[in-house]
């Protein structure tokens, strides 16, 4: 039976009886018999618990009572009802991978299954040891994606100091100072780059200090004008200048005992630096317009993303103003260098978005996987950012490689190629019928604009993608004129 269902091949198959370390759980559907039965005996032999199913209404039923690891589908031809299950697992069940079967020139219905979140695919007739070949990807992929979740879940349940959130090494050497310098009023001084959480790690020093009670007044220098960042420090008397009609006190005066956050001090100018200088060191501050002193007591924490180091030495900031602030210096980390939080926060922020909007939202295991390569220029703060615009554009609970920003998308369509492509490397010799996606999507796109007389617009269209997806595609696979590519 075997040879008649699987096109021969000149290697000689040997079932590989090695039993994974989890036995993983494979449903085979498909209505001929002779191909399932198939499917199933040389599955069996691999170590995969089988159960097979020519009906697709018994598929469901099989699904919902113990969900597969594995769906191994075919797509028969006429019919969209192999698709529709696909697409039905992906959203019901994401965490189970599906391989698609089609007929030979069935490039269409291979295509619109990756789509629909098919992992891989196989060209009927196809070799025994091409089956088995990508039942390991599959396999692999699975076993993957669970210890991605698990270590997410563990993350997740971890915490972090306060509302500060990761686990990583980096994390875990700031809060061991974090939790020492809470304990004290020195200064401290937080360098790092734009969006690693600066404020929130100073909101954390002064709720875990001796006068968490006391305000916490934070102060933005680089908004503000010079001439209103000294009436905000400092305060001023009435008629000190025009719309100033009664008397206020800065911050410096109105912390008693709190913290006065000061962020972007790279900012200042080297005026203003003087006075904040003479204020620390003197405890004490002139309001703007008047010509008595008022003691001040406050804890001061600065926070820039610029080198202040290296403006001492170019005169653009005051060197003792430098020392007087760099008493306890805490450098974050960008979240690049500790990828193993992203997880973890991005747990958070979703969290957050599910309770705003009553409504829970989980990533993909290849959004994560995508989120987990990109370098965030932004940090944290474009971590979030991508997350509640990905929620806002999601069309279901799970978020998918789609619904993030399109620098992730690009990077996660490009990891997928790459990972493609090192798959037919590795099978070229074993499964010498399976196809790139690249060279499928090629196919499927040169079909539709001759079937179409070159009508590109009604292709895209047919293909279900946007015309300027398809123009950047064309564009990518340096097709000039469909209609003469060979």
Same mark, same amino acid.
């Given at each position: 039976?075997?040879?008649?269902?699987?096109?021969?091949?000149?290697?000689?198959?040997?079932?590989?009886?090695?039993?994974?370390?989890?036995?993983?759980?494979?449903?085979?559907?498909?209505?001929?018999?002779?191909?399932?039965?198939?499917? !199933?005996?040389?599955?069996?032999?691999?170590?995969? +618990?089988?159960?097979?199913? #020519?009906?697709?209404?018994?598929?469901?039923?099989?699904?919902?009572?113990?969900?597969?690891?594995?769906?191994?589908?075919?797509?028969?031809?006429?019919?969209?009802?192999?698709?529709?299950?696909?697409?039905?697992?992906?959203?019901?069940?994401?965490?189970?991978?599906?391989?698609?079967?089609?007929?030979?020139?069935?490039?269409?219905?291979?295509?619109?299954?990756?789509?629909?979140? +098919?992992?891989?695919?196989?060209?009927? *007739?196809?070799?025994?040891?091409?089956?088995?070949?990508?039942? =390991?990807?599959?396999?692999?992929?699975?076993?993957?994606?669970?210890?991605?979740?698990?270590?997410?879940?563990?993350?997740?349940?971890?915490?972090?100091?306060?509302?500060?959130?990761?686990?990583?090494?980096?994390?875990?050497?700031?809060?061991?100072?974090?939790?020492?310098?809470?304990?004290?009023?020195?200064?401290?001084?937080?360098?790092?780059?734009?969006?690693?959480?600066?404020?929130?790690?100073?909101?954390?020093?002064?709720?875990? #200090?001796?006068?968490?009670?006391?305000? %916490?007044?934070?102060?933005?220098?680089?908004?503000?004008?010079?001439?209103?960042?000294?009436?905000?420090? %400092?305060?001023?008397?009435? #008629?000190?200048?025009?719309?100033?009609?009664?008397?206020?006190?800065?911050?410096?005066?109105?912390?008693?005992?709190?913290?006065?956050?000061?962020?972007?001090?790279?900012? &200042?100018?080297?005026?203003?630096?003087?006075?904040?200088?003479?204020?620390?060191?003197?405890?004490?501050?002139?309001?703007? #317009?008047?010509?008595?002193?008022?003691?001040?007591?406050?804890?001061?924490?600065?926070?820039?993303?610029?080198?202040?180091?290296?403006?001492?030495?170019?005169?653009?900031?005051?060197? =003792?103003?430098?020392?007087?602030?760099?008493?306890?210096?805490?450098?974050?980390?960008?979240?690049?260098? $500790?990828?193993?939080?992203?997880?973890?926060?991005?747990?958070?922020?979703?969290? $957050?978005?599910?309770?705003?909007?009553?409504?829970?939202?989980?990533?993909?295991?290849?959004?994560?996987?995508?989120?987990?390569?990109? =370098?965030?220029?932004?940090?944290? $703060?474009?971590?979030?950012?991508?997350?509640?615009?990905?929620? !806002?554009?999601?069309?279901?609970?799970?978020?998918?490689?789609?619904?993030? *920003?399109?620098?992730?998308?690009?990077?996660?369509?490009?990891?997928?190629?790459?990972?493609?492509?090192?798959?037919?490397?590795?099978?070229? +010799?074993?499964? *010498?019928?399976?196809?790139?996606?690249?060279?499928?999507?090629?196919?499927?796109? &040169?079909?539709?604009?001759?079937?179409?007389?070159?009508?590109?617009?009604?292709?895209?269209?047919?293909?279900?993608?946007?015309?300027?997806?398809?123009?950047?595609?064309?564009?990518?696979?340096?097709?000039? =004129? *469909?209609?003469?590519?060979?």
């Amino acid at each position: 039976m075997l040879e008649t269902v699987f096109k021969t091949t000149t290697m000689e198959f040997i079932p590989q009886l090695v039993e994974p370390a989890v036995r993983l759980h494979l449903l085979v559907v498909d209505a001929d018999t002779a191909v399932r039965s198939a499917c !199933a005996e040389i599955a069996t032999s691999l170590g995969y +618990a089988v159960e097979s199913t #020519g009906d697709l209404g018994q598929a469901r039923s099989l699904l919902r009572g113990h969900t597969a690891d594995i769906l191994l589908v075919n797509l028969p031809s006429g019919s969209n009802e192999g698709l529709e299950l696909v697409s039905e697992v992906k959203l019901l069940y994401p965490d189970t991978s599906v391989i698609a079967m089609t007929a030979t020139g069935s490039v269409n219905a291979a295509v619109e299954a990756m789509r629909c979140g +098919a992992s891989d695919y196989l060209t009927k *007739p196809f070799a025994m040891d091409e089956l088995s070949t990508v039942l =390991d990807r599959a396999a692999q992929s699975h076993m993957t994606d669970t210890a991605t979740r698990q270590l997410r879940e563990r993350l997740r349940l971890s915490e972090g100091l306060g509302s500060m959130i990761g686990r990583s090494p980096e994390m875990e050497k700031i809060y061991r100072i974090l939790s020492k310098v809470a304990q004290t009023t020195h200064p401290v001084l937080i360098l790092g780059e734009s969006g690693t959480g600066k404020e929130l790690v100073a909101r954390t020093i002064h709720a875990y #200090g001796p006068n968490a009670q006391r305000p %916490f007044l934070p102060v933005d220098c680089g908004s503000l004008v010079p001439t209103l960042i000294e009436s905000e420090l %400092f305060g001023y008397v009435k #008629g000190a200048f025009t719309g100033a009609n009664r008397s206020k006190d800065g911050l410096l005066v109105s912390a008693e005992g709190g913290t006065v956050f000061l962020d972007e001090i790279g900012e &200042l100018s080297l005026d203003l630096q003087a006075k904040l200088l003479r204020a620390l060191q003197e405890k004490e501050v002139r309001p703007v #317009g008047a010509t008595h002193r008022v003691p001040i007591k406050a804890r001061i924490v600065a926070a820039t993303n610029r080198d202040l180091a290296s403006m001492v030495e170019k005169g653009t900031f005051r060197k =003792d103003l430098f020392y007087r602030l760099n008493v306890v210096n805490l450098r974050l980390p960008p979240l690049r260098d $500790r990828r193993e939080d992203i997880p973890l926060l991005a747990a958070h922020f979703l969290d $957050r978005i599910s309770r705003e909007h009553n409504r829970k939202f989980t990533l993909s295991d290849e959004a994560l996987r995508t989120m987990m390569r990109h =370098d965030w220029p932004g940090n944290v $703060r474009e971590l979030e950012n991508s997350l509640e615009r990905a929620t !806002a554009l999601s069309s279901g609970p799970v978020l998918h490689l789609g619904d993030l *920003p399109t620098q992730l998308q690009q990077q996660g369509l490009e990891a997928r190629r790459a990972a493609v492509v090192a798959g037919e490397e590795a099978g070229a +010799a074993a499964a *010498p019928g399976v196809k790139p996606l690249a060279d499928l999507e090629r196919e499927a796109i &040169l079909s539709a604009i001759r079937t179409l007389n070159g009508d590109k617009l009604q292709a895209a269209k047919l293909l279900g993608i946007g015309k300027t997806t398809l123009y950047r595609k064309l564009k990518e696979y340096g097709i000039a =004129d *469909p209609l003469q590519e060979e």
